[in-house]
């Protein structure tokens, strides 16, 4: 529950990712149909992923930024609130990418 997580590796086919008090720090390829779930309470959301990866992503953070190294930038929620929120699809998608920090930033980082 409180703590960093970390994923390093090669190429993962699933994932989830949760933590209330910590960060998130994931660098991996996805498989053609991979699910990667990455969500915190009080923390930030890194995703390296390869330059070429093939997927959907759908990023919000309420209060935080979302950096985006992948696609376009992100849009308010709301002209009277914090919130950022995100989705794109690149290399014709095909993997799913959902991040969400309430309290932090997510960034989308290219491997």
Known sequence: MSGKVSVTGGEVSGVELE????????????????RLDAKTVSGEVELILP???????????FSGEIINELGPPARRTSEYGP???????????GARVEAKSFSG???LRKR
């Not at 994931?26 to 149909?33: H, I, V, W």
């Not at 919130?83 to 998608?93: H, I, N």
């Open 105 to 107: 930033s997510v960034y």
């Open 51 to 61: 330059a070429d990866v093939a997927a959907d992503f759908d990023v919000t953070t």
């Open 83 to 93: 919130g950022k929120e995100l989705s794109f699809s690149t290399g014709g998608g």
């Open 19 to 34: 933590t209330t008090s910590g960060d998130i720090r994931f660098a991996a390829g996805l498989a053609k149909n991979a």
